[in-house]
């Protein structure tokens, strides 16, 4: 059952893991905490030591490197990113092997009365025999995107031991940032010189995803009109009144992250902040389709015009800003970097399953930016929470999936 890959990618993973390298919306520094250097730092040693070339550490806490082709062919990046989720307790990761998995449920050594079975995780049923990775209960694993480092990583290891495979140049990217939106920088696709590329960073063996959300961001800005409680008759504007009313105004069962599944997008109000002189609204729009996305902007617009023409005295102003786009709309026009990694896939004897992500990667903006950028599976699971855990076996098939790609960029 253990393949060549799967010491290594279970001595990678184990390691990375126990970094903490979390990142945090709330920090206006780049990277947001100075604790991914710590995992950035370690990835330039170890490339440095397996002879990858180039290695750099941007000044926008991005690792680079190089490995040299072999043969002619176009460029090719391999990204991953470096963050763990905010969402949850990423400090004093304690990565536990379970060896053969007996079909049965896993207990976690810190939180007595977790379980982690296949009736709460049913993918795991399928995994009968191989060796899952998980932590002991308090964290999450972090093997997104740990996973995706360790694959990486070992794709990497082994093409720079085996020159005789034929491949083209292959650029590594380890990004910070991912999960708080903020992965890449303007200055990464210079940097990173590919034709185009793939982040690691997707689920079960053999999905391959090119279509992501296309998203924006909605600020409303209420301001009333301040006046003392006591003496306030005809002159008292609440803004947190007109507030609740344009929430009250938009969709309710339908139209929500929580009525919406499939192709669907959403109006997601996520934060309410202010008083009764002045109250902000920060909303997300999402959607696959821009036609979509555009309808669930004016929609919201004329919520606040509405609301606005009941109280004349207030100003409601709305502020839509674009995050990122559906990569399928310049994925769609030239197809080849899909194409290349679904044949990949098949190489490894994998199906290729393609479903459209309910959120954005690294590669939408990536892909935005002119490097055409799909997402390939690692294997992970239950991410973001104490029941995340990952094959190492799945690992060792997405690795593989990383040295058929390199293969099938020289004809
Ligand atoms: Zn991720």
């Not at 207030?314 to 399928?328: G, L, S, V």
């Amino acid at each position: 059952m253990r393949t060549e890959f799967d010491d290594e990618l279970q001595d990678r993973l184990v390691r990375y893991a126990a970094i903490d390298s979390q990142s945090d919306a709330r920090s206006a520094t780049s990277p947001s905490t100075d604790i991914q250097l710590d995992m950035s730092r370690l990835l330039v040693q170890e490339l440095q030591e397996m002879g990858a070339q180039d290695v750099t550490l941007t000044d926008f806490g991005v690792v680079l490197a190089t490995i040299p082709g072999t043969a002619e062919g176009p460029t090719m990046g391999w990204c991953a990113h470096v963050d763990t989720a905010p969402q949850f307790n990423a400090t004093g990761v304690k990565p536990v092997v379970h060896r053969g998995y007996n079909g049965g449920d896993i207990t976690f050594a810190d939180a007595p009365e977790l379980k982690l079975s296949p009736e709460n995780s049913p993918y795991l049923a399928q995994k009968v025999g191989e060796d899952i990775i998980t932590a002991s209960g308090t964290t999450l694993l972090g093997g997104d995107d740990k996973a995706g480092v360790a694959i990486a990583m070992t794709a990497a290891r082994y093409l720079l031991q085996n020159p005789d495979i034929r491949h083209g140049p292959i650029r590594l990217a380890f990004t910070p940032d991912e999960e708080i939106g903020r992965g890449v920088d303007p200055r990464l696709p210079d940097d990173l010189k590919a034709d185009f590329a793939y982040t690691f960073d997707g689920g079960k063996p053999g999905e391959i995803e090119f279509e992501t959300f296309s998203a924006d961001g909605a600020t409303v800005t209420v301001t009333g009109v301040s006046a003392h409680p006591g003496f306030a008759k005809d002159k008292m504007v609440n803004a947190l009144h007109l507030t609740s009313k344009i929430v009250m105004m938009l969709p309710q069962v339908t139209m929500t992250p929580d009525t919406t599944e499939g192709t669907e997008g959403f109006i997601h109000v996520s934060e309410i902040m202010g008083g009764s002189s002045e109250a902000e609204i920060t909303l997300i729009i999402r959607d696959f389709e821009m036609e979509g996305l555009e309808a669930k902007g004016a929609l919201l617009r004329q919520v606040c015009e509405t609301v606005a023409a009941t109280e004349l005295r207030a100003q409601i102003k709305c502020d839509i800003t674009p995050q990122y786009r559906n990569m399928r709309y310049w994925l769609e026009k030239d197809m080849t970097p899909v194409d290349l990694v679904r044949a990949a896939v098949t190489d490894v004897g994998l199906e290729p399953v393609s479903i459209p992500i309910r959120g954005g990667t690294d590669g939408s903006r990536l892909t935005e930016m002119g490097v055409p950028c799909p997402n390939v599976f690692t294997g992970m699971q239950e991410i973001h929470g104490p029941l995340e855990w990952i094959s190492v076996q799945d690992m060792a098939l997405a690795t593989k999936v990383a040295i058929a790609l390199a293969r099938r960029t020289v004809t």
